[in-house]
């Protein structure tokens, strides 16, 4: 089959979720980094030809991902990430029973495996803590759960080419954000603020392209889940 019969057939067959959050002014962001800024340059209310606006943010802000450099001098920059990187299959593990706080174990992802099958190279791996539903609040900026150490060198092992989550961050609040360090140093970048995951099965494919930036720490992604039509 040529790929442009295959891509046609994938827009008649499947169903497309959009895991991205809305870049607006409002918008959760990490106090450290710029708040979400659009302001109106041109307009046809003002009497220009064309409307445009300039925009103000952080590398970090909204589902964004990091690239190596975030934490790891040397390594990739977001311009130097592969285009394929965040394409391919998804798994999307249930957390929601992590406490505020607290990390996910090895163990809870061997259990995921028992149930759904192994993780494979190659594979996407996504955590639904259910933090999206705090998503605006106060209570979506504290206290969000990740994943332990040992879970992110046991996914690093199995040769997985990114991490996400529907918090903040994929390591815990408060943490020393150990799997920032570990998995951004070993190829593995990490995807935050991911959204839909409670719409989503436990495998799944996607589709993740971010914004180019020239020696970027990160990048707001467009993340598309693709599932077969119901």
């Avoid at 809305?22 to 979400?36: K, L, R, V």
């Avoid at 259990?111 to 955590?127: A, H, L, M, Q």
């Avoid at 467009?222 to 077969?228: E, V």
Wanted: glycine share 10%.
């Amino acid at each position: 089959m040529k790929i442009t019969e295959l891509v046609n057939k994938i827009l008649e067959d499947a169903e497309f979720v959009d895991m991205t959050r809305m870049m607006e002014e409002g918008m959760p962001y990490w106090p450290t980094q710029p708040a979400f800024e659009a302001e109106t340059i041109e307009s046809q209310e003002l009497g220009n030809e064309s409307y445009f606006r300039k925009i103000v943010m952080c590398e970090h802000t909204g589902t964004h991902i990091d690239a190596g450099c975030h934490f790891v001098p040397g390594m990739p920059s977001v311009d130097e990430i592969p285009v394929t990187q965040i394409f391919g299959r998804a798994v999307n593990i249930d957390v929601t029973d992590t406490a505020p706080s607290g990390v996910v174990s090895v163990e809870k992802i061997k259990n995921f495996e028992r149930k759904y099958g192994e993780i494979t190279c190659g594979d996407i791996v996504f955590f639904r803590f259910g933090w999206d539903k705090k998503y605006g609040t106060k209570d979506y900026m504290e206290n969000w759960p990740g994943i332990s150490l040992e879970a992110g060198k046991y996914l690093q092992k199995k040769g997985v080419k990114a991490i996400g989550c529907d918090c903040m961050a994929l390591d815990a609040y408060g943490s020393t954000n150990p799997n920032h360090s570990f998995l951004l140093g070993n190829g593995v970048n990490i995807l935050e603020n991911v959204d839909k995951l409670y719409e989503l099965p436990e495998i799944f494919s996607v589709i993740g392209l971010a914004c180019k930036f020239k020696d970027g720490s990160g990048a707001p992604i467009r993340l598309i889940a693709l599932t077969d039509k119901k």
